[in-house]
């Protein structure tokens, strides 16, 4: 049940497809030599705002977990959007993405933090393993729309057209510090969300992985930083629960609805809000896992070391392990069942 901490052959950095993530990076020194003038920082400040409603509101709670409903063109205008994020295509993303929720913190996960800060933050991300994703196995309802296709196929000229956009608009700073500033920053905003998410803040709900909520995450992922709640109802548009829990992308979002753009939002009721609270004495199956997979980890790294001096009880002790886990994990389907049972949407 461990995640093993040995890299698959296809998850180690491809050093030679990473060269542009990192020559982004590279290009945001070039601000020494144009200078950082106000129009630059402002259009580095819209341009990070922006992209990050794309992700958040449309390659997350659209594509991903269908939390709302937009109309076809509105669809469109999501997907293409959320290119200029460079953080690829929205059949990519969402279906990537969507393995996230269904195997959290398992080995299947696409970027479990149980396999360390900088695996769930980038490596995932910079390795092979997920470099493309099957469309019919993963995001079948929306890869049916042709133009949807399409964008995720060449999702590559959503940021080549910005960047030159933003070299028209404001000349070389407002390439470097426009559009490279906000694109790292955006890239570091939306993946501390997979990886600090799931290691800083507090727990609200028993879920059965790691996820927290961070007000200081949500600050600067419009809302994303509520991820506690996100993981333990990944269908509502809205994230932040409560009137406190700041979710700026849901606010754009019920405004786009006031005017007929977004329909049919989906948000927990008061009975959702109240049920699986940690506090209540739900049994946390998600931390229990993670403990349980660490420790297991460290008496296999210890069994390996003491070798033969402790070879008669390796059995009973493998067998120990996998009966604690197995009994925990029944006694969470149980309680994942009642409450389903309670409050079946
Ligand atoms: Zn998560
Ligand atoms: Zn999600």
């Not at 993303?93 to 970027?111: I, K, L, P, V």
């Not at 019919?136 to 060449?154: C, G, N, S």
Request: hydrophobic content about 40%; overall charge positive; aromatic content about 16%.
């Amino acid at each position: 049940m461990a995640i093993p901490d040995v890299r698959r052959p296809d998850e180690r950095l491809n050093w030679v497809t990473s060269i542009p993530f990192f020559l982004v990076h590279a290009a945001c020194l070039l601000a020494f030599f144009t200078g950082v003038p106000a129009r630059a920082l402002v259009l580095c400040f819209a341009l990070y705002a922006l992209r990050m409603f794309f992700i958040t509101a449309g390659y997350h709670r659209y594509f991903a977990h269908r939390s709302y409903r937009l109309g076809r063109t509105m669809q469109l205008l999501m997907a293409v959007g959320g290119t200029t994020a460079a953080q690829k295509g929205p059949l990519w993303w969402a279906g990537n993405h969507r393995d996230h929720h269904r195997f959290a913190d398992t080995e299947q996960d696409t970027h479990s933090p149980l396999r360390g800060f900088w695996w769930s933050h980038i490596g995932w991300i910079l390795c092979d393993r997920f470099g493309s994703v099957d469309y019919d196995q993963k995001i079948a309802d929306f890869a049916k729309y042709p133009e949807l296709r399409l964008v995720d196929k060449y999702n590559v000229f959503g940021p080549w057209l910005l960047a030159i956009g933003c070299y028209l608009f404001a000349g070389w700073a407002g390439l470097v510090v426009g559009f490279f500033w906000s694109t790292v920053l955006l890239w570091h905003g939306t993946f501390t969300v997979n990886s600090l998410a799931h290691v800083v803040g507090r727990r609200r709900y028993a879920t059965a992985d790691t996820s927290r909520n961070s007000l200081l995450i949500a600050l600067y992922t419009g809302g994303e930083g509520w991820h506690n709640n996100h993981h333990y109802r990944p269908s509502s548009v809205r994230q932040g629960f409560y009137w406190w829990e700041i979710d700026t992308t849901y606010y754009v979002l019920r405004t786009l609805s006031f005017v007929g753009l977004v329909h049919d939002m989906r948000r927990p009721t008061k009975k959702h809000r109240l049920a699986s609270r940690i506090k209540d004495g739900n049994f946390d199956f998600g931390m229990f896992r993670a403990y349980w997979t660490k420790a297991s980890g460290a008496i296999a790294t210890a069994r390996a070391d003491a070798g033969e001096r402790i070879g008669s009880t390796r059995q009973s002790l493998d067998d120990a392990v996998h009966s604690a886990l197995e009994s925990a994990e029944e006694l969470s389907r149980a309680s994942r069942r009642s409450r389903r049972a309670g409050f079946a949407e």
